[in-house]
């Protein structure tokens, strides 16, 4: 699906999106209405204050990616590894022919667009659902979230954080970096945008090899952005910084307040009746959107050492800290071998469970059995101490300007092996299922 709205279609059709009619104010009283429908899709038609209408939640469940890329669900890891190795460029279009542009606003206005204020304690409004468009001088494109505090009509402050690619291009450029500012993406650019490539590969051609994405140059800079965006905010990255926070961020806890980069917003381009998209934070959409982008780089360094069938980066642990990997175990040793191996495939990973491919990944009950009946902590728990680690984790260490730190576990929850090659009390830790009992028969 290329656009936003062909998904929105789809829903409706599926019977999983949620309209809501009544009027509803963004400040502090939608932010809990998602919240409570977490998980589900919700198009608010009535936006009080502003006249875009306001969706949210399209990210929130592994089914609406699968509806957005035509496959399955246990397929979506491989779709990404598929599209991550073999990124293709986006077609570029007229501006003609653009959705992006339908509309230019005369003077730019960031306060006609619906920013939701989520806490009564929050900085202010917050665009959560934004990703940028930067160039890097040596690399190229670079395409990532960052959350944006609005200071006034034409000013935002962005959380960046260090040493990633939008930081790297500002760090390089002694004037303003161009930036272009992108909300309201069909779900398979959004999901490129959270993924972490090498320097030098476009996000947007991971996006591209995932369904097509035509892009389109801006009306102020040189940069490309997906033709399809409900809105582009043009515009500049200066180097003056302003307090950014207080912000309740993906782990549903305070971050810390940091002095931050100014935006300074030149352009405003949108669609016909543009659809704004509001992520809630710490919710199913915030958490998906986080971890599913790292399972293909754990699945890739699994596979390195042993056979990984699959891997799901768990809503439990925030999406972000916690991970399941599920092994083909071929040796007696695959699964430490995992475990180890799974860090280097996800750098803010804490802890990891490695299982056998009889357990569902997916089903937290599956993955605590498999810890009750094949762990010993004496024999299968891997620790690591003083880690480079998460700038999330509140328990993590944090020091300003340099990489927080922490401890790292590893769980060898598979089946343990009694010979170097095989186990021979294999019966010993398969479940027995019960014969499937016709109900009817017996009412
Ligand atoms: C919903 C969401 C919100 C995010 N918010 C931020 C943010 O505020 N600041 C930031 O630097 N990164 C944020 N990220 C993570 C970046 O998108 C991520 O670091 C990016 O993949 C790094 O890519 P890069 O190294 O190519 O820049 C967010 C990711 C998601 C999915």
Redesign the pocket.
């Known amino acids: 699906m290329t656009n936003l709205r062909d998904f929105i279609g789809a829903v409706r059709e599926a019977g999983w999106l949620v309209e809501i009619n009544k009027q509803i104010d963004p400040y502090l009283e939608m932010a809990p209405v998602i919240a409570a429908l977490d998980g589900r899709p919700v198009l608010f038609n009535d936006v009080a204050g502003s006249e875009f209408r306001v969706l949210s939640g399209q990210c929130s469940d592994r089914r609406y990616f699968a509806l957005a890329l035509d496959c399955a669900v246990e397929e979506l890891v491989f779709r990404m590894a598929d599209a991550y190795s073999s990124p293709s460029d986006p077609r570029l279009v007229n501006r003609d022919e653009v959705p992006c542009q339908e509309v230019v606003m005369t003077t730019p206005d960031l306060r006609r667009l619906p920013f939701l204020t989520h806490y009564p304690d929050d900085a202010g409004p917050y665009a959560?659902?934004a990703i940028a468009v930067v160039n890097d001088p040596d690399s190229g494109p670079?395409?990532?979230?960052?959350?944006l505090l609005r200071l006034d009509a034409t000013h935002l402050a962005?959380?960046?954080?260090e040493r990633?690619?939008?930081?790297t291009a500002l760090k390089k450029t002694p004037d303003d970096l161009p930036v272009a500012i992108c909300i309201g993406l069909p779900l398979h650019v959004l999901l490129a945008?959270?993924?972490?490539?090498p320097p030098g590969v476009d996000?947007l051609a991971i996006a591209n090899a995932l369904a097509p994405t035509p892009v389109v140059q801006c009306l102020t800079n040189d940069l490309r952005v997906p033709a399809e965006a409900e809105f582009v905010l043009e515009g500049r990255i200066t180097h003056r910084t302003v307090a950014e926070g207080p912000f309740v961020d993906l782990t549903e806890t305070w971050d810390i307040v940091r002095q931050q980069p100014v935006i300074e917003i030149d352009c405003i381009t949108h669609r016909r009746d543009a659809i704004y998209h509001a992520?809630l934070p710490g919710q199913l959409e915030?958490k998906l959107?986080?971890g599913m982008?790292r399972e293909p780089s754990i699945f890739a360094a699994v596979n390195e050492v042993c056979r990984c069938r699959n891997v799901s980066i768990t809503p439990g642990g925030a999406s972000w800290l916690h991970a399941v990997v599920q092994i083909d175990k071929q040796h007696a040793d695959d699964g430490h071998k995992a475990a180890e191996a799974a860090f280097r495939g996800h750098g803010s990973l804490k802890h990891v469970v490695v299982v056998d491919d009889d357990i569902d990944l997916y089903d937290p009950n599956e993955i605590e059995w498999a810890i009750a009946t094949r762990f010993q902590a004496d024999r299968d728990l891997l620790v690591w101490e003083n880690q480079p680690s998460s700038s999330l984790d509140p328990s993590a260490t944090h020091i300003p300007g340099q990489k927080s730190r922490s401890a790292k576990m590893g769980l060898d929850a598979t089946i343990p092996w009694d010979q170097p090659d095989s186990c021979t009390r294999l019966h010993e830790f398969v479940r027995v299922p019960f014969p499937k009992a016709d109900v009817s028969a017996y009412l």
């Not at 670079?142 to 959350?147: E, L, Q, T």
């Not at 962005?158 to 954080?161: L, Q, W």
């Not at 945008?193 to 490539?197: C, D, E, H, T």
Request: proline share 7%; net charge positive; charged share 20%.
């Open positions: 959560t659902a670079n395409v990532s979230f960052h959350r962005a959380r960046i954080v990633r690619g939008t930081d945008a959270s993924m972490a490539p996000e992520l915030h959107l986080m982008p």
